[in-house]
């Protein structure tokens, strides 16, 4: 049992250290734009950095890897990893955002202003580190769900706002009144219909592969996972197993009580075992109480 436990926590562990790898290095890019209030090369720092879809991918990224650290650090307490979907496909929209800003960054920004340029201060975390860290924290740390097409779909919509803000505020409003100017030229210097056209294909190619290399990862995951339980729970008591955690996870706090619904539901699903979940619940509730106050006396008695 303690490896089902250990399995679950390492899960946790990946998660919570890559999200806040995330959330750290993404800090440190947009302060640093922040508090740059001239740059010979780009105009817009300071309060002006939130114009770009950089900064803008970037926060949505670190914002949606943030929601995921509460629910990691629960599942280290509880043993029950889980995340809601929504956030899943919360994060998935903020990483397809950034991984659309580095290939840009990549293969049209710095072959015109120069690979340095592009990839040197707070660019360097958020045009590089920050991109590359999400997919990978979202591909190979974070499968706990299975992504669908609707999801893809679902992934553009960041990009989708932002190019009609980009049009409002360049073609509509203008930089005469306020407005814009058109930085990333993709109004002024080639027709807007060959921009669209251009980047929201582009943006559901990323999120098709994303969502391949997050899948695979939760599939290996499922199956290492459907390996692991039935070689320990294939012919197992699961109600003496689930007995005998309770006993182990017991102590004299009463009323922090959480039963590990998760990973008994797991047990059950790939043993032979004609107990439910409900029963193993109560088998859990009943033993953790039972030991818990033995241990009670026992510190009374001390």
């Known amino acids: 049992m303690d490896r089902a436990m250990k399995t679950t926590k390492r899960q946790c562990q990946l998660a919570l250290f890559s999200a806040l790898i995330v959330v750290i290095c993404v800090c440190i890019g947009v302060t640093m734009n922040l508090t740059t209030i001239a740059d010979e090369n780009f105009d817009h720092m300071g309060l002006r950095t939130f114009c770009m879809f950089t900064v803008n991918s970037n926060i949505l990224a670190a914002a949606s890897m943030a929601m995921v650290i509460p629910y990691t650090m629960d599942g ?35 072959p015109v202003k120069g690979f340095h340029l592009i990839f040197s201060g707070s660019r360097f975390f958020l045009h590089g580190v920050c991109p590359v860290l999400a997919v990978i924290a979202f591909c190979f740390f974070m499968s706990e769900k299975q992504l669908r097409l609707v999801d893809s779909l679902l992934s553009m919509i960041p990009v989708l706002i932002y190019a009609v803000v980009y049009y409002v505020m360049v073609m509509v409003v203008g930089e005469e009144n306020g407005g814009w100017n058109d930085f990333y030229g993709f109004l002024t210097r080639i027709p807007p219909w060959i921009s669209l056209s251009a980047i929201l294909p582009l943006t559901f190619l990323i999120a098709s592969v994303i969502r391949v290399l997050h899948n695979r990862s939760y599939m290996r995951r499922k199956t290492e996972e459907a390996r692991f339980f039935t070689e320990l729970f294939a012919d197992a008591d699961i109600r003496k197993i689930v007995a005998a955690m309770a006993r182990s996870h017991s102590s004299a706090k009463i009323l922090d009580i959480v039963i590990p619904s998760r990973v008994i539901s797991l047990m059950l699903e790939y043993s032979k075992s004609d107990c439910s979940l409900e029963e193993c619940c109560d088998i859990y509730l009943k033993e953790y109480l039972e030991n818990s106050e033995v241990m009670s006396l026992e510190k009374l008695w001390i």
């Open 76 to 110: 280290l307490r509880t043993h029950n990893y889980h995340m809601p979907r929504w956030i899943v496909v919360l994060v998935y929209m903020g990483v397809t955002s950034v991984a659309l800003t580095f290939l840009v960054s990549l293969f049209i920004l710095a």
